[in-house]
Nanobody, 116 residues
Framework: QVRLVESGGDLVQPGGSLRLSCVAS????????MSWYRQAPGKERELVSV????????YYLESVKGRFTISRDNLKKTLYLQLNDLKPEDTASYYC?????????WGQGTQVTVSP
């Protein structure tokens, strides 16, 4: 049974930093690329970043380039997203994602709020 559990979201001031984590289980973590998405109130969910199984990043949303860093620890089966220089427009629920055996799986999300 695939399970994804995100954590690390919080209320931070503009310019602040957070580190999001996504602990995975139920599949061979090393074999799969992983993704982070986010969804702001009233907006569609958007792809933020993608990382290959070997740990090399594959994609960043243009608006987060240079501020966010995706990484993974295959031994801990954990996906990370380091968020630096946060802006109010980064406010959203952040979700990790995997497509396994033709099915898309999501975690429950972790809320990031950027406000003075």
């Amino acid at each position: 049974q695939v399970r994804l559990v995100e954590s690390g979201g919080d209320l931070v001031q503009p310019g602040g930093s957070l580190r999001l984590s996504c602990v995975a289980s139920g599949f061979i973590f090393d074999d799969y690329g992983m993704s982070w998405y986010r969804q702001a109130p009233g907006k569609e969910r958007e792809l933020v970043s993608v990382i290959r199984p070997n740990g090399f990043s594959q994609y960043y949303l243009e608006s987060v380039k240079g501020r966010f860093t995706i990484s993974r620890d295959n031994l801990k089966k954990t996906l990370y997203l380091q968020l630096n220089d946060l802006k109010p427009e980064d406010t959203a629920s952040y979700y990790c994602n995997i497509v396994h055996a033709g099915t898309t799986y999501w975690g429950q999300g972790t809320q990031v709020t950027v406000s003075p």
